[in-house]
Nanobody
């Protein structure tokens, strides 16, 4: 059974940094798309960053490109989201989701409805 557990959220001032972790069990990161998504109150869940291939190709939504970095540690079966230069608009609950490579996605279509095995989420609040 696939299980994802997010952690690392918190309260941070604008311009600050956080690193989120997504610990995976029941799957190997070599065989799954893993994405970070976020959902703010009253808004739909949106894609933030995604690992798109076994060799670690990544993609980002435009609003975080250059500020956020998604990475993975195969040995720890964990995916990270390093978030720098945080803005109040980044405030949301952050989730990770998984989808097996045997169900292929286009590199531009990693939307939340394509993913599953959601964790409980971790709250990120950017405020002074």
């Amino acid at each position: 059974q696939v299980q994802l557990v997010e952690s690392g959220g918190g309260l941070v001032q604008p311009g600050g940094s956080l690193r989120l972790s997504c610990a995976a069990s029941g799957l190997s990161l070599y065989y799954y798309y893993i994405g970070w998504f976020r959902q703010a109150p009253g808004k739909e869940r949106e894609g933030v960053a995604c690992i798109l291939s076994a060799d670690g190709t990544t993609d980002y939504t435009d609003s975080v490109r250059g500020r956020f970095t998604i990475s993975r540690d195969i040995a720890k079966n964990t995916v990270y989201l390093q978030m720098n230069s945080l803005k109040p608009d980044d405030t949301a609950v952050y989730y990770c989701g998984a989808r097996p490579f045997i169900e292929p996605l286009s590199s531009t279509d990693w939307t939340a409805d394509k993913f599953g095995s959601w964790g409980q989420g971790t709250q990120v609040t950017v405020s002074s």
